[in-house]
């Protein structure tokens, strides 16, 4: 399995962190009607989908933060684990910025729909801001022997890299979704910076 | 690591003496990052003074029209990164992205800070280049409020006469706030 080097996987998933920051950055400068609609009927607006992700965020965040509190001091490399690259790989967008493998989210985390749109917009953005925050403490941490608990059960333990790795991967693709839900509603492509998918 | 560009820089900006320009010397390690990898986003609070070795920057806002608006553009020898942040340590209201791969030495608020309270002329270095920074700002500040289409063309070419080989033209089109039709129509006529 592919090693990478701590610093430079970190440094690198801030990179992809700070892509996003700036995608919904722009997002807030769109008209929040946009934001609201639904493509087609069941699918997600906007901003359901980025409801979808702060509900991931309210409970990956504060478990790395737990977790991150382990006094166990960084190594030079990080290798990840098999299942912790599976869900990475199973999230990912590919290098084309599509998504062929289409899933369906679990109950507790599909999103009402909400009236407005800029509250949820700025828990997104402060989430954003709050795991550059925990990429920036991981730098002096083991995040290789550091394990975090995911959402699914608490009995299943991941490298807390890997966490980073595919709750990021997570946001990139719902990313690609959006950009296809404003295409849709708008029937336009390229008006927002595209999500660069990475390594 | 190689830091004689920095050395040169430093001192044909405001020679320190030997002990204070190895001490400051001393404190920087090299990063580098591929093109259009973004060093800061809006909402942090710089981290790093950069100095670029390598490649080409800028800084920009996202703001209500859609539009990014270029604020400045950095490339070598000189510092880099979102400087107002970082001296204040308050959070950035825009972004800092690479355009081209680009190599730096960087180094953190607490160093500069440290060495700030230790010595007196690299505090007053800090200041002279911060004053002469505040100096361009305003200077632009002046030519984006009263300036022509055509004379912040001329203004720009006159003073940074490179940018037009090393960045794209509808970046710089963005940065003298002007449309990039304008700006290629000027291209096309205006002789310097």
């Known amino acids: ?199 | 690591m190689d830091t004689n560009l920095l050395r040169q820089f430093i001192q044909a900006a405001y020679p320190l003496k030997e002990v204070e320009l190895e001490k400051l010397l001393s404190v920087w390690q090299p990063f580098e990052c591929k093109r259009k990898t973004i060093l800061t986003a809006a909402g942090e609070t710089e981290r790093y003074l950069y100095f670029v070795l390598e490649g080409v920057q800028r800084g920009f806002y996202v703001g209500n029209d859609k539009q990014e608006a270029t604020v400045v553009f950095t490339y070598p020898p000189s510092f880099s990164g979102l400087a107002d942040s970082f001296l204040t340590q308050t959070p950035s209201k825009y972004f800092m992205e690479t355009l081209t791969s680009s190599r730096f030495l960087r180094t953190t608020y607490k160093q500069i800070d440290e060495l700030m309270n230790e010595y007196p002329a690299i505090q007053r270095m800090v200041l002279c280049l911060t004053a002469f920074i505040l100096k361009g700002v305003l200077e632009r500040q002046i030519e984006l409020q009263c300036f022509s289409a055509e004379e912040k063309f001329r203004t720009l070419l006159k003073r940074s006469p490179h940018v037009l080989q090393i960045i794209p033209h509808k970046y710089l089109a963005s940065y003298l706030g002007i449309d990039a039709t304008t700006f290629s129509k000027l291209m096309g006529t205006v002789r310097l």
């Open chain 1, 1 to 199: 399995m592919q090693k990478y080097k701590s610093v430079e996987l970190l440094n690198q998933l801030q990179a992809d962190v700070r892509q996003l920051i700036l995608t919904a950055s722009h997002l807030k400068t769109t008209d929040p009607g946009v934001l609201l609609e639904q493509p087609a009927a069941g699918k997600w607006s906007v901003i359901q989908v980025l409801e979808h992700l702060n509900s991931y965020g309210n409970y990956y965040l504060l478990a790395i933060e737990k977790s991150l509190k382990q006094d166990k001091p960084a190594t030079a490399l990080f290798k990840p684990g098999w299942l912790g690259n599976y869900f990475t790989r199973l999230m990912k967008p590919g290098n084309n910025g599509t998504i062929t493998n289409k899933m369906q989210s679990p109950k507790n985390h599909r999103p009402a729909r909400h009236p407005d749109a800029l509250p949820v917009l700025n828990t997104f953005l402060e989430q954003q801001q709050y795991l550059l925050e925990l990429l920036e403490s991981a730098k002096t941490k083991n995040i290789g022997s550091i394990r975090t608990p995911v959402s699914i059960s608490k009995l299943v333990k991941l490298k807390v890299g890997d966490v980073f790795r595919f709750l990021i991967a997570h946001e990139q693709r719902h990313f690609v979704q959006i950009e296809n839900t404003l295409a849709a509603i708008n029937g336009t492509t390229g008006k927002y910076p595209a999500v660069h998918p990475v390594m």
